[in-house]
């Protein structure tokens, strides 16, 4: 079963627009790790927020962590058509288990 | 530096035969996972490696295997296959087991079964 949910499932937005994604999480974690997909392809590592982290940001991205809210939040700002994808939280449990635990995902349409 | 390497890309079986799938994590990393991705129940993890021992397993039939190499390589095998069984796998490598690890994943096998 999934652990995430991303929210919403799909967005769709213009070029230069900034992009929003939710994650929420049932269980305590370690980590927090957001990925890319482009259609048919594999995962794109995009960032890793650690549960004593409460907002990282790379480049364009911009992720915030809210433990007591089991949420997360991926920010795209000033979007480009190239950012069309499909985003994943995904989630590791307590105990140094590798194990991810994925949602669904928001795909993300960026029109030019 | 090389990413996580999977073959074959893509490949077609019939039901009731099996398939192996390859994985080489990225040069130095010694923890292996797989994933299964499929429209209707998204990404699931199959199983995890790390110094050739299955150290997790997903809640998959027990036609799913796999095993780690000394090397860090890793395989997975799907026997009896099923349509169902139809999926993107993805190899994911990670450097060590523990808190705090940048999970990279690879392009993926993708698998038809007709």
């Known amino acids: 079963s999934q652990q995430g949910e991303e929210d919403p499932q799909a967005l769709s937005i213009q070029e230069g627009e900034n992009a929003t994604m939710n994650c929420s999480y049932k269980t305590s974690i370690n980590n927090l790790q957001w990925y890319r997909q482009n259609s048919g392809r594999g995962l794109v590592h995009l960032i890793l927020i650690r549960s004593n982290e409460r907002e990282k940001h790379s480049g364009r991205l911009r992720v915030t962590l809210d433990t007591s809210k089991k949420s997360s939040s991926l920010l795209i700002t000033a979007s480009r058509a190239a950012d069309t994808a499909s985003y994943f939280c995904a989630t590791d449990g307590r105990g140094g288990s590798e194990k991810l635990v994925f949602g669904k995902g928001t795909k993300l349409t960026v029109n030019p | 530096k090389a990413g996580v390497t999977q073959t074959p890309r893509y490949l077609i079986k019939t039901r009731g035969q099996q398939v192996t799938l390859s994985c080489s994590p990225i040069?130095?990393?010694?923890?292996v996972s797989w994933y299964q991705q499929t429209p209707g129940q998204g990404l699931q993890f199959l199983f995890e490696?790390?110094?050739?021992?299955?150290?997790n397993k997903g809640n998959f039939p027990g036609r799913f295997s796999g095993r780690q190499f000394s090397n860090s390589r890793s395989e997975m095998n799907v026997s009896t296959l099923e349509l169902g069984d139809s999926a993107l796998y993805l190899c994911a490598s990670s450097r060590d087991r523990g808190r705090g690890n940048t999970i990279y994943f690879g392009e993926g096998s993708w698998l038809t079964v007709v």
């Open positions: 040069s130095g990393h010694r923890s």
């Open positions: 490696y790390f110094s050739e021992t299955q150290r």
